[in-house]
């Protein structure tokens, strides 16, 4: 811990005690001068800065900790949040192209049927021109569907 660190919270520490100490005497002379409204406020912002003194064994404390582990922590901690995103990432992409292939599949399966069922049309009308040149384009309908 540095030296001014130490000093800064000792100071705060000091003015906390002292304005409990004014706050307890004018807590005492409400009660003699009977002012119950001012000494009940007195009393409660009195309790408040007890239940705060805790902040300053947190403050010492966070200020004694050791550099290299602070470090460690921090250095852990973004690497749980880059490893969390990186796994949001991962989904997020894997179901972008699971959406991009089924799309793609449903687009080829359309054009398919539009072009074998255009051979087919075009092969019924040519069916009775020439029985050599059906077979060759009901050949290449059998080619389209492989």
């Known amino acids: 811990m540095l030296a001014n660190q130490n000093l800064l919270i000792e100071t705060m520490q000091a003015c906390h005690r002292h304005t409990e100490s004014v706050l307890s005497l004018v807590n005492k002379v409400c009660v003699k001068m009977s002012l119950s409204d ?7 912002v009195r309790q408040v800065l007890k239940d705060t003194d805790s902040m300053f064994a ?3 404390d966070a200020s004694t900790a050791d550099l290299t582990q602070v470090l460690a922590d ?3 901690y ?9 796994r949001q990432l991962q989904d997020s992409l894997r179901k972008q192209s699971e959406a991009t292939v089924a799309d793609v599949n449903d687009r ?4 398919e049927s ?3 069922s255009e051979l087919g049309s075009s092969g019924a009308s040519a069916a009775g021109d020439d ?3 059906s077979r060759g ?6 080619v389209l569907k492989k």
């Not at 001012?38 to 409660?44: R, T, W």
């Not at 973004?78 to 990186?86: H, L, M, Q, Y």
């Not at 384009?137 to 059998?142: I, N, T, V």
Request: aromatic share 2%; hydrophobic share 35%.
């Open 114 to 116: 539009r072009v074998l």
């Open 74 to 76: 921090v250095k852990k």
């Open 38 to 44: 001012i000494s009940a406020e007195c009393e409660q």
């Open 137 to 142: 384009k009901a050949g290449d309908s059998q």
């Open 108 to 111: 080829f399966k359309k054009l």
């Open 131 to 133: 029985a050599g040149s």
């Open 78 to 86: 973004a690497s749980d949040v880059v490893e969390a995103e990186s």
């Open 58 to 60: 947190t403050l010492r």
